[in-house]
């Protein structure tokens, strides 16, 4: 039996918490992550996926729309953000982003994840220009958008600190914050990759302050570089302590790195054995958070059909034309049809269920 394998991998006591719904320690995170048992690890974390989530797999008929790739940070491990003088440079006019809406209105689309970098001329009208014109446009959408990055910078735009601008954001119709942004906390990591981006401290801030005005979030973390596992950990464990204080994270997105056309490119891209790693330590780690997602646009469809029993239940959405990956290399495509997304849940062994941004159920797929 599975359990016997995984006493002898010197992880049955982790089993017996995992099995009793005890909370797990960083250090019993450090071990997960060390395991060359990558089934046993599997199998706990579908343990708590299944008790949290039973077969469902979630998905959202969503629209990606980057509105900027110009940005003064130009962290390392990124190939999206560019100096606003660079051949690849653009921004989007409220206009343009009102038609790329207006392209896709005849689908039944419920959210549009909106997300760009920290550019240095665009005026903080611009943001609330832009949210209201996607409002005009499909008024019944959920706009998830801006990173905590992107609001702190907003923030210092209007001058009114991160509470007041979030509540002139949300009544322009801002919805929901996804998880960007984050990347590793440890002030190490951020020193060497992205020293010019809001520290983890303040990412943390925010969000902190956006669950207390009722505003729910994603949250994230850019694993395969430079991180050591103890960092991974802390991280975790920083997200964990913030959930606890708020209960305002929605989902946690373990985001593989992907090195091309980035300053860290001589490193390799990440395996699917450390893809899924990640995704079953943070489902038997992050015990406070509902849902864990297998982004399928980073780590592949084939890949998020197996994370399913890793313990995600979410594979995101339909997606389409999403730049920050792409632009690094990613190959997973831009767009699954829904079809395409129950297809690949149902061959997983799971139901597919189409969501919206809030895990509210729109439909389930059982026949």
């Not at 320690?25 to 199998?43: F, H, K, M, N």
């Not at 660079?86 to 392209?103: G, L, N, P, T, W």
């Not at 780590?299 to 339909?318: C, M, P, R, W, Y």
């Amino acid at each position: 039996m599975i359990e016997e394998t995984i006493k002898k991998s010197g992880l049955g006591d982790i089993l017996d918490r995992v099995v009793a719904g005890e909370r797990l320690s960083g250090d019993d995170a450090v071990r997960l992550y060390e395991t060359g048992d990558i089934l046993a690890l599997g199998y706990m974390a579908n343990i708590v996926r299944e008790r949290k989530n039973g077969d469902n797999a979630y998905f959202i008929y969503n629209q990606h729309i980057n509105y900027s790739n110009i940005c003064t940070n130009l962290c390392k491990f990124c190939a999206f953000g560019k100096p606003s003088d660079h051949e690849q440079a653009y921004e989007m006019s409220v206009d343009e982003i009102r038609a790329k809406v207006r392209e896709r209105l005849d689908e039944p689309i419920v959210e549009i994840h909106l997300v760009g970098g920290i550019h240095p001329d665009l005026p903080y009208s611009y943001y609330l220009d832009v949210l209201r014109g996607i409002k005009a446009e499909r008024p019944d959408v959920h706009i998830q958008g801006f990173t905590c990055v992107e609001i702190a910078h907003l923030a210092e735009l209007s001058g009114k600190g991160v509470e007041a601008t979030l509540k002139e954001l949300m009544e322009a119709g801002l919805g929901s914050i996804p998880g960007g942004g984050a990347e590793v906390f440890s002030p190490r990591i951020r020193k060497l990759t992205c020293e010019k981006k809001l520290s983890g401290e303040g990412w943390l801030d925010v969000a902190r302050t956006a669950h207390l005005l009722g505003l729910k979030s994603n949250a994230t973390m850019l694993y395969g570089h430079i991180e050591t596992v103890a960092e991974r950990v802390e991280h975790l464990a920083r997200l964990r302590e913030l959930q606890d204080e708020t209960g305002g994270f929605m989902t946690f997105i373990p985001l593989a790195f992907h090195p091309k056309n980035t300053d860290m490119n001589d490193l390799s891209r990440t395996s699917g054995i450390e893809d899924l790693k990640n995704i079953a330590v943070a489902r038997l780690f992050l015990d406070n958070f509902p849902h864990i997602k297998a982004y399928w646009i980073m780590i592949g469809a084939k890949l998020a059909q197996v994370a399913l029993s890793f313990g995600a239940d979410d594979v995101d959405g339909t997606v389409s034309e999403e730049k920050i990956t792409r632009m690094a290399g990613g190959d997973a495509g831009q767009f699954l049809a829904r079809n395409e997304l129950i297809r690949l849940i149902r061959d997983a062994g799971r139901v597919p269920v189409e969501r919206d941004t809030l895990y509210n159920t729109i439909r389930e797929y059982r026949d």
